[in-house]
């Protein structure tokens, strides 16, 4: 068998949405060992925010190849393929699961775990880190993060060495220099913060009211998906459906757009929004951002985050010309790295995978989650993956006794109705079945 050290690097990435399989895409490549080529196989996890082809190429991660599959399928492919590494892109549930569906395997030369987290992580961070737990390397974007990381693994006994200081993945671009003939206002918005109709429509027409206070200035609306596209939080009331009912319809200089993210901070001369990840890869390149406060500086709507960041601002000040200035000690804290030290950012992540690619054979994952630490928790989480509380398949009578080629695509065929009747419902009814609620 040809040596894990020698050959390209086949890595897995198994994400469940659009910006984790981007997150993961991203973080797969850059933690590959110096002098390795890489073959990348993307997986995604069937569920609600399976990302669209739109979705997949908007976000601009590629694979060498890619497909869809249920997290037991997933199982099964590694057991049936070699991977060198695999990284779970992926809520800590399906995390946890996927790391004892893994162990469950009891593989010869089983691949190296990574996961981490796609963003900033301002919520349930004891309960994400802990369904993290048992992979061989925990990314936090950083040195901030990894600090907190360690304080919640030895607080409760477990073994912390698993976290590894890196930096966002999708970090990058030209540092900006404001350009005399463009002035562009970029808000980034986010599918459920904040979540009610009355907040998302304040927030609308404040943009709005800022283009018309300023009719040379264009202000963009940056979009994360299209009306029934999912991502990885669920959004009720688009920005879409709530502008076409505006009274007196938008501004000129104003704009509703899509795209890479990295693509629309080429020409942004000013970010805005509520707590979105966009706001590090805005620092990072030095544009002027603004954090708001229009709706309180809270923990449910994630701007606590920024609290020493120097960026907070409510739109009358951003209205009056206000522009922040981001701390630099607060901005290095958290891995915006706007001194240029982004380029070795992962370094340290990726000597740690080449090391753990040196090992002989490497030590069974054992997440801090077991039937004797969680015994209320674990089975029931597990059982929504379909794995038993050892974390192997759940058996069903078909799959017990057989089941024959015709059978199987008779099977396949109920479940991808099933699948795309269970999306309609999520995407298209429920929402409006809430809307209705509130009226």
């Given at each position: 068998?040809?040596?894990?050290?020698?050959?390209?690097?086949?890595?897995?990435?198994?994400?469940?949405?659009?910006?984790?399989?981007?997150?993961?895409?991203?973080?797969?490549?850059?933690?590959?060992?110096?002098?390795?080529?890489?073959?990348?196989?993307?997986?995604?996890?069937?569920?609600?925010?399976?990302?669209?082809?739109?979705?997949?190429?908007?976000?601009?991660?590629?694979?060498?190849?890619?497909?869809?599959?249920?997290?037991?399928?997933?199982?099964?492919?590694?057991?049936?393929?070699?991977?060198?590494?695999v990284v779970l892109a992926l809520v800590g549930g399906a995390v946890q699961a996927m790391l004892h569906g893994i162990a469950a395997l009891k593989l010869a030369s089983r691949p190296v775990v990574v996961t981490g987290y796609v963003g900033v992580v301002y919520e349930k961070?004891?309960?994400?880190?802990?369904?993290?737990?048992?992979?061989?390397?925990?990314?936090?974007?950083?040195?901030?993060?990894?600090?907190?990381?360690?304080?919640?693994?030895?607080?409760?006994?477990?073994?912390?060495?698993?976290?590894?200081?890196?930096?966002?993945?999708?970090?990058?671009?030209?540092?900006?220099?404001?350009?005399?003939?463009?002035?562009?206002?970029?808000?980034?918005?986010?599918?459920?913060?904040?979540?009610?109709?009355?907040?998302?429509?304040?927030?609308?027409?404040?943009?709005?009211?800022?283009?018309?206070?300023?009719?040379?200035?264009?202000?963009?609306?940056?979009?994360?998906?299209?009306?029934?596209?999912?991502?990885?939080?669920?959004?009720?009331?688009?920005?879409?459906?709530?502008?076409?009912?505006?009274?007196?319809?938008?501004?000129?200089?104003?704009?509703?757009?899509?795209?890479?993210?990295?693509?629309?901070?080429?020409?942004?001369?000013?970010?805005?929004?509520?707590?979105?990840?966009?706001?590090?890869?805005?620092?990072?390149?030095?544009?002027?951002?603004?954090?708001?406060?229009?709706?309180?500086?809270?923990?449910?709507?994630?701007?606590?985050?920024?609290?020493?960041?120097?960026?907070?601002?409510?739109?009358?000040?951003?209205?009056?010309?206000?522009?922040?200035?981001?701390?630099?000690?607060?901005?290095?804290?958290?891995?915006?790295?706007?001194?240029?030290?982004?380029?070795?950012?992962?370094?340290?992540?990726?000597?740690?995978?080449?090391?753990?690619?040196?090992?002989?054979?490497?030590?069974?994952?054992?997440?801090?989650?077991?039937?004797?630490?969680?015994?209320?928790?674990?089975?029931?989480?597990?059982?929504?993956?379909?794995?038993?509380?050892?974390?192997?398949?759940?058996?069903?009578?078909?799959?017990?006794?057989?089941?024959?080629?015709?059978?199987?695509?008779?099977?396949?065929?109920?479940?991808?109705?099933?699948?795309?009747?269970?999306?309609?419902?999520?995407?298209?009814?429920?929402?409006?079945?809430?809307?209705?609620?509130?009226?």
């Amino acid at each position: 068998m040809p040596s894990r050290t020698s050959q390209a690097l086949r890595v897995a990435v198994l994400a469940d949405s659009d910006t984790r399989w981007k997150w993961g895409a991203l973080t797969a490549r850059r933690i590959a060992p110096a002098g390795r080529s890489t073959e990348l196989s993307g997986f995604l996890l069937r569920g609600r925010a399976t990302p669209t082809a739109r979705q997949l190429a908007e976000v601009g991660a590629e694979a060498d190849a890619l497909r869809e599959m249920t997290g037991t399928d997933f199982l099964r492919t590694l057991r049936e393929e070699q991977y060198d590494v695999v990284v779970l892109a992926l809520v800590g549930g399906a995390v946890q699961a996927m790391l004892h569906g893994i162990a469950a395997l009891k593989l010869a030369s089983r691949p190296v775990v990574v996961t981490g987290y796609v963003g900033v992580v301002y919520e349930k961070l004891s309960d994400g880190l802990l369904l993290r737990h048992g992979a061989d390397v925990v990314l936090a974007n950083s040195r901030y993060d990894a600090k907190r990381f360690r304080a919640v693994y030895e607080g409760v006994g477990a073994d912390a060495s698993s976290v590894t200081e890196a930096a966002l993945p999708f970090l990058g671009g030209e540092r900006y220099v404001s350009e005399e003939a463009r002035d562009t206002v970029v808000f980034a918005a986010q599918p459920s913060v904040p979540a009610s109709r009355a907040d998302r429509t304040y927030l609308l027409r404040r943009l709005v009211q800022h283009a018309q206070l300023h009719p040379r200035r264009e202000v963009l609306l940056k979009l994360r998906s299209r009306v029934g596209e999912h991502t990885t939080h669920v959004e009720e009331f688009p920005y879409q459906r709530l502008a076409e009912k505006l009274p007196g319809g938008l501004p000129p200089n104003f704009r509703l757009v899509y795209g890479n993210m990295g693509e629309v901070l080429d020409r942004t001369d000013l970010l805005v929004t509520v707590s979105s990840t966009a706001a590090l890869e805005s620092l990072h390149r030095r544009i002027p951002t603004a954090i708001l406060t229009d709706f309180g500086v809270r923990e449910p709507l994630g701007n606590h985050h920024f609290i020493g960041s120097g960026c907070l601002a409510s739109w009358d000040q951003l209205d009056s010309g206000y522009r922040p200035r981001p701390d630099p000690v607060w901005a290095d804290q958290q891995g915006v790295a706007a001194d240029g030290s982004y380029s070795s950012a992962f370094d340290t992540a990726r000597e740690r995978v080449a090391e753990l690619l040196d090992e002989t054979e490497l030590p069974a994952v054992s997440p801090y989650y077991t039937a004797t630490t969680a015994p209320g928790y674990l089975p029931g989480l597990l059982a929504r993956y379909h794995l038993a509380a050892d974390g192997t398949p759940l058996t069903t009578p078909a799959a017990s006794s057989g089941t024959s080629g015709v059978r199987r695509v008779v099977r396949e065929a109920v479940r991808g109705a099933a699948r795309g009747a269970y999306r309609h419902g999520v995407q298209r009814v429920a929402p409006v079945i809430r809307r209705m609620g509130e009226l």
